[in-house]
């Protein structure tokens, strides 16, 4: 299959936007691609914003974003509060959050829920990505959970071996709040990434797959 590649901006460096509901939403979702999107430019610069998490959840948060990202010249990270499981209640407020984040923020790729998954929280936040940056590149990522809810991505991103077990390390050494669920395991982790691998035929045999809703082929 024919690969498409990223053509970073000329004169400057790729500016990445990552947007989670969650603490562990993008280290599940799309840590992997970032990672080796910032090895592939390593002057890129990545804001990295995480919309709830309090106590427990916002260190894990600000730990698992120390480790996957550069330093602060090359990253900022923004972790937000608002109320888990109530984000369309707040939907004003976090709408205001979003214009804010468009004044300082002038991303050329954008990762975002999938507008399509069941949480009310990761619907709202796929929703006002779409809303609020209306001609940019935005690669929506998936979150495996109980309701099911997985489709077939339209793009896929191959993983080197030692991104993959980053990410799984990464994700399991530091949420541990999220350890007593069924699902959080590195078999869920790597056995998705594996699936996607085989559907795209990875050299690597594992993959992050993105909905890409909207692409300008140049």
């Given at each position: 299959?024919?690969?498409l590649r990223l053509a970073p901006p000329e004169g400057?460096?790729?500016?990445?936007?990552?947007?989670?509901?969650?603490?562990?939403?993008?280290?599940?979702?799309?840590?992997?691609?970032?990672?080796?999107?910032?090895?592939?430019?390593?002057?890129?610069?990545?804001?990295?914003?995480?919309?709830?998490?309090?106590?427990?959840?916002?260190?894990?948060?600000?730990?698992?974003?120390?480790?996957?990202?550069?330093?602060?010249?090359?990253?900022t990270v923004v972790l937000e509060q608002f109320k888990?499981?109530?984000?369309?209640?707040?939907?004003?407020?976090?709408?205001?959050?979003?214009?804010?984040?468009?004044?300082?923020?002038?991303?050329?790729?954008?990762?975002?829920?999938?507008?399509?998954?069941?949480?009310?929280?990761?619907?709202?936040?796929?929703e006002l990505t779409w809303n609020t940056w209306r001609?940019?590149?935005?690669?929506?990522?998936?979150?495996?959970?109980?309701?099911?809810?997985?489709?077939?991505?339209?793009?896929?991103?191959?993983?080197?071996?030692?991104?993959?077990?980053?990410?799984?390390?990464?994700?399991?050494?530091?949420?541990?709040?999220?350890?007593?669920?069924?699902?959080?395991?590195?078999?869920?982790?790597?056995?998705?990434?594996?699936?996607?691998?085989?559907?795209?035929?990875?050299?690597?045999?594992?993959?992050?797959?993105?909905?890409?809703?909207?692409?300008?082929?140049?």
């Amino acid at each position: 299959m024919l690969g498409l590649r990223l053509a970073p901006p000329e004169g400057r460096p790729l500016r990445l936007l990552c947007l989670g509901a969650h603490s562990d939403d993008l280290e599940i979702g799309c840590s992997g691609t970032v990672q080796q999107l910032l090895r592939s430019w390593p002057q890129a610069h990545c804001t990295w914003v995480v919309w709830s998490g309090a106590g427990a959840r916002r260190e894990e948060a600000e730990q698992a974003a120390r480790q996957i990202l550069p330093g602060p010249g090359q990253s900022t990270v923004v972790l937000e509060q608002f109320k888990d499981g109530f984000f369309p209640d707040q939907w004003a407020d976090i709408k205001g959050r979003f214009e804010t984040l468009k004044a300082t923020a002038a991303p050329d790729l954008i990762f975002t829920h999938q507008r399509n998954d069941r949480h009310q929280d990761h619907r709202v936040i796929a929703e006002l990505t779409w809303n609020t940056w209306r001609d940019h590149a935005i690669l929506e990522y998936e979150i495996p959970k109980y309701e099911g809810d997985l489709s077939t991505p339209t793009l896929y991103v191959p993983l080197a071996p030692e991104v993959v077990d980053r990410k799984v390390e990464v994700l399991l050494s530091v949420f541990q709040t999220q350890q007593s669920r069924r699902w959080f395991d590195a078999e869920t982790f790597r056995g998705l990434m594996r699936l996607r691998g085989v559907e795209c035929g990875s050299p690597t045999g594992y993959a992050e797959g993105f909905h890409a809703s909207k692409l300008v082929l140049t």
